[in-house]
């Protein structure tokens, strides 16, 4: 496609945006209203286990387990201040709740037996203090909404005598945090930002056009989601708030171009024009770069990495859309309003600033060397939680307070399901399974070993027993052992245990599954710790080609990306100095999200000093204009980031999405830092070769344009004459 063909195109559209500007209103207003009615639609899923890829070895446990048995919900239930008789009865009433399958207590005991019969061996795992714990198993799934149900009725029959831990109630808070949380995370979102841009702005109205623009984007882009038909808790619970700190750029900018074009006395509709000419080149890239970063997150083995990554990208796609053809409209429209509110500007002249900043330069180099490898090293040393208990029974929850409760006065303990395959037709009693619950139960870390050859008397054959008993642990010949550790779900200790438990199976038999929180934390572990690389290396590759093909210079690519690299292990590399622990995910698409997001920084600045490097002859004072002409919005753009990532670390009690705020907020001041800092310095010392690049790449294309222009004359010369070609 020729140049003039495509500025015939971007005129016509520019035409339409402008002069059918009531028409694209309409529009935007039914896909907004369609999109409300479609958000009621979409599903919420809080098992991360089901983002596991289907050759795991857990997914696959799960898979089989789901055939044969089904995969019930689990939970653990504690009763404060109950004698043996009354924790008896309060067990029969769970058990008769709509919606709950079984409550296991006191294997093998009577609860209505005097003490004095039983040995403190078989009570102490299960009444202890005045306290009776029990395991419950739901009729349906951890996050089934009748699982929820028969859990509120588990709290109205037992008030505050119950304490709740397990997979059914993390996912439960998950959803209840969420819900809770993410309001008023959006509310401290917009405080902050209007806050922000009315510092930046001369006109208290223009903020509330910007947010006005970027809540019709995120309403488009939660309503959108439909496509997916189910999106992960972590998608849910951010997605808004990221867009709507990341792509606000992209809405000022606009809005800045239509300031300048007014002020050389252009009218409304030809200022637009000219300003959508200007910037949409610059906020295309901008754009294109942070779904870079996004959509190397859908190269995750680990799929919640490709749910985020398109529901983030897609949240940029329709940030842009909205931003080039809906603001316009909206800014024409409120133009009086816009007058009508103007006020002087709050931000003084940045050249004092610009020039202080530069002179600071080299010790901030000299820093940035003595720091940086250290700071490589570090951040691959970070202590990390890879599991879902790290994420719904994160400290601060309720579920986290009653599961420190149960452990202190119970232990450790962590459910283990075995799956092993009996041969066709063999009687279960033939086979050599009491071997290998004998070894198992020897294990000092087993608490208890639940299976159907454990649970017949010598003689006594399987038939003797109930159905829905015998279902539960042998069927489709399979047999499931129920096995407790004494353990908790994630640790080094925990992984160990598993293992062992996994090498005394495979000694008696051929097939064996293991389901539960540790072997699904243990895969999640091995495949997000090679997935990091993966999308670490792709999404820096992809950034580098948008920027070269920006620039058009391998040594500018490079140059650009180098500042926000550095920010990213020092972001990364703080946690390790503080001795914290992260959850992984976050940790894993952060590092993607403040790429994508921050290096727009770098190409701002970067386009600044090439534009007046053509006008100011000495080096140094271009990369100090620069610095002062891109201070405010990188400023705006990175303090907006900063102060949305930290009201997700403050507010929110769910650990994945506190931990990434904190990651954003702290890279995005990094990013700042060395983009205004260190940028200019790397600027003035590749100068000679960004020059030599462009123009090599102009000396090529006048060549290639001069070529095709032969080829053209020679065709048309060989056409007959009086024909068009």
């Not at 043996?84 to 005991?109: C, F, H, K, N, T």
């Not at 420190?404 to 092993?420: H, P, Y």
């Not at 925990?494 to 072997?519: H, L, M, N, W």
């Amino acid at each position: 496609m020729s140049q003039k063909t495509e500025n015939t195109f971007v005129d016509r559209i520019i035409d339409v945006v402008i002069h059918r500007r009531r028409m694209v209103e309409k529009v935007f207003a039914v896909l907004v209203l369609l999109s409300i009615v479609a958000n009621f639609f979409i599903s919420i899923n809080y098992d991360l286990t089901e983002y596991l890829p289907d050759w795991a070895p857990t997914m696959q446990g799960i898979n089989r387990m789901e055939e044969s048995f089904g995969y019930p919900g689990t939970a653990r239930v504690m009763i404060d201040d109950v004698t043996m008789a009354q924790a008896g009865a309060y067990q029969r009433q769970l058990s008769e709740i709509e919606g709950v399958d079984s409550v296991s207590w006191l294997p093998g005991g009577n609860a209505y037996l005097p003490e004095s019969f039983l040995t403190v061996g078989d009570i102490s795992d299960y009444y202890k203090d005045n306290s009776a714990i029990m395991d419950v198993i739901f009729t349906y799934g951890d996050s089934d909404p009748h699982t929820y149900e028969a859990i509120d009725s588990m709290k109205e029959l037992l008030g505050e005598k119950g304490h709740y831990s397990g997979p059914a109630i993390e996912n439960k808070t998950l959803e209840e945090s969420i819900s809770r949380e993410m309001p008023m995370i959006m509310v401290a979102g917009v405080i902050v930002i209007f806050a922000v841009l009315a510092i930046t702005t001369t006109s208290w109205f223009e903020p509330v056009l910007f947010l006005l623009t970027m809540g019709i984007a995120i309403i488009l882009n939660m309503g959108t989601n439909i496509i997916f038909g189910k999106i992960s808790f972590l998608s849910h619970g951010i997605a808004a708030v990221i867009q709507l700190a990341v792509a606000m750029d992209y809405s000022i900018f606009l809005l800045h171009s239509f300031t300048a074009q007014k002020q050389k006395g252009l009218s409304d509709e030809e200022a637009m024009a000219a300003a959508l000419h200007q910037a949409v080149d610059s906020i295309v890239s901008s754009g294109v770069t942070t779904i870079v970063g996004f959509v190397a997150l859908a190269l995750m083995r680990f799929t919640i990495g490709r749910d985020l990554g398109f529901v983030l990208a897609k949240g940029i796609v329709c940030s842009l859309a909205t931003v080039l053809i809906l603001m316009p409209a909206l800014i024409l429209r409120f133009q009086d309003r816009i007058r009508k509110a103007q006020h002087r500007s709050f931000v003084p002249s940045m050249d004092g600033f610009a020039r202080k900043l530069f002179q600071v330069r080299k010790v901030l180099a000299v820093f940035v060397l003595l720091v940086i490898v250290p700071a490589y090293v570090a951040q691959n040393m970070v202590n990390f939680k890879y599991g879902t208990s790290a994420v719904g029974c994160s400290e601060g929850t309720q579920s986290y307070e009653d599961l420190q409760l149960m452990e202190e006065r119970f232990g450790k303990s962590n459910m283990l399901l075995v799956l092993r395959r009996f041969k066709t037709g063999t009687p279960a009693r033939v086979l050599r399974s009491s071997i290998h619950l004998e070894e198992l139960e020897q294990q000092p870390f087993v608490r208890s070993v639940t299976s159907l050859d454990g649970m017949l008397p010598e003689g006594v054959p399987e038939s003797f027993l109930p159905e829905d008993l015998t279902s539960q642990l042998h069927n489709d010949g399979y047999s499931r052992i129920i096995t407790t550790l004494r353990t908790e779900s994630e640790s080094d200790y925990a992984f160990q245990c598993t293992d062992a438990v996994r090498a005394i199976a495979d000694k008696y038999y051929d097939e064996s599954y293991f389901v539960g929180t540790t072997p699904a934390t243990q895969d999640m572990k091995e495949i997000i710790s090679g997935d990091y690389g993966i999308v670490n290396g792709i999404s820096i590759l992809g950034v580098v080609l948008v920027v070269y093909v920006t620039f058009r210079s391998g040594a500018m690519a490079l140059t650009v990306i180098v500042p926000i690299e550095i920010a990213i292990f020092l972001n990364m590399a703080v946690p390790y100095l503080r001795g914290e622990e992260l959850t992984f995910m976050g940790y894993l698409m952060v590092s993607s999200m403040q790429l994508g997001a921050t290096v727009d920084y770098s190409i701002l600045l970067t386009n600044n000093y090439l534009e007046l490097r053509s006008q100011i002859e000495d080096k140094k004072e271009a990369a100090i204009a620069a610095i002062s002409r891109s201070c405010v919005s990188i400023l705006t753009s990175g303090g907006v980031l900063t102060l949305v990532g930290y009201a997700l670390y403050f507010v929110s009690s769910i650990s994945a999405i506190g931990d990434m705020g904190h990651l954003i907020g702290r890279g995005a001041i990094f990013s700042i830092i060395l983009v205004l800092g260190f940028l200019p310095l790397l600027l003035t010392l590749v100068d000679k070769q960004i020059f030599k690049d462009q123009q090599r790449f102009e000396a090529r294309s006048e060549r290639l344009q001069k070529r095709i222009e032969e080829e053209r004359i020679k065709r048309s010369s060989r056409l007959p004459a009086g024909s068009e070609e």
